[in-house]
């Protein structure tokens, strides 16, 4: 099976400039999430969507948006480019599994998306 | 959502047991604890999950005390390539759905 995909891997922007970023999950996962990454605040959840319905957000400003396709392809969507926006962006899918049929909430995660705001 | 606390780093060298301790006080009921490993510019990697007890796979232990209020992921005969930073997950996985809240991790390093 692939793994998930992001693309583009890097990417070169300037502030006040916006970007869409991609993700292809696993096939058969339908619950897609977005991370970003940096060294000052680590790992943090942006969005997770689920059946084209965004279910979980995180602690981000409105310029940061998402939306999921009836595929389980997902974009994330960053308006005003800012360069504290630079960072690794991350995407993860899950399956679905009920009791018994593996860990709870495995994700798993893409390559990454490189974003950098000059 | 329970707070965790490891240790920063940790220094081991190849072939050799490496232990990584997480605190995790106030966990809850419903809570799971999982461990991920992420190597520099890759999204982490899903290592091990527990409720309770002892839980092994082909790659680590996870060790859980009765009270579950800390949790020990047990790597054995660590290589060079175990260097990365590991992270421990305290969380209802079955509630809220897939939301991960990652700490700051351990950065283990493995030498000759």
């Known amino acids: 099976k692939a793994g998930v995909t992001q693309t583009p891997r890097y990417l070169i922007k300037t502030r006040g400039q916006q970007v869409t970023l991609s993700c292809s999950p696993i096939?058969?996962?339908?619950?897609v999430s977005w991370y970003q990454q940096t060294p000052g605040q680590g790992l943090q959840f942006l969005f997770e969507?689920?059946?084209?319905?965004?279910?979980n957000k995180g602690n981000f400003p409105g310029r940061f948006s998402g939306r999921q396709f009836s595929n389980s392809r997902s974009e994330m969507n960053v308006s005003t480019l800012e360069l504290g926006d630079s960072a690794l962006y991350l995407c993860?899918?899950?399956?679905?599994?009920?009791?018994?049929?593996?860990?709870?909430?495995?994700?798993?995660f893409g390559p990454g998306t490189r974003l950098t705001v000059l | 959502l329970a707070k965790t606390t490891q240790p920063i780093s940790m220094d081991s060298y190849e072939g050799q047991e490496v232990n990584i301790t997480c605190s995790h006080n106030?966990?809850?009921?419903?809570?799971?604890i999982t461990w991920y490993q992420q190597f520099p510019s890759q999204g982490p990697r899903f290592i091990i999950q527990?409720?309770?007890t002892k839980v092994t796979n082909e790659v680590a232990s996870l060790f859980i005390p009765a009270d579950r209020k800390s949790s020990t992921l047990s790597l054995p005969r660590v290589s060079l390539s175990d260097t990365a930073v590991y992270y421990c997950?305290?969380?209802?996985?079955?509630?809220?759905?897939?939301?991960?809240?990652f700490g700051t991790g351990t950065q283990l390093k493995v030498e000759l």
């Open positions: 993860a899918s899950s399956p679905r599994r009920l009791a018994g049929e593996g860990p709870y909430n495995e994700q798993f």
């Open positions: 969507y689920f059946s084209e319905t965004q279910r």
């Open positions: 096939s058969g996962h339908r619950s």
């Open positions: 997950l305290v969380g209802d996985p079955l509630g809220g759905g897939n939301k991960l809240t």
């Open positions: 106030n966990i809850a009921t419903n809570d799971y």
């Open positions: 527990g409720y309770k």
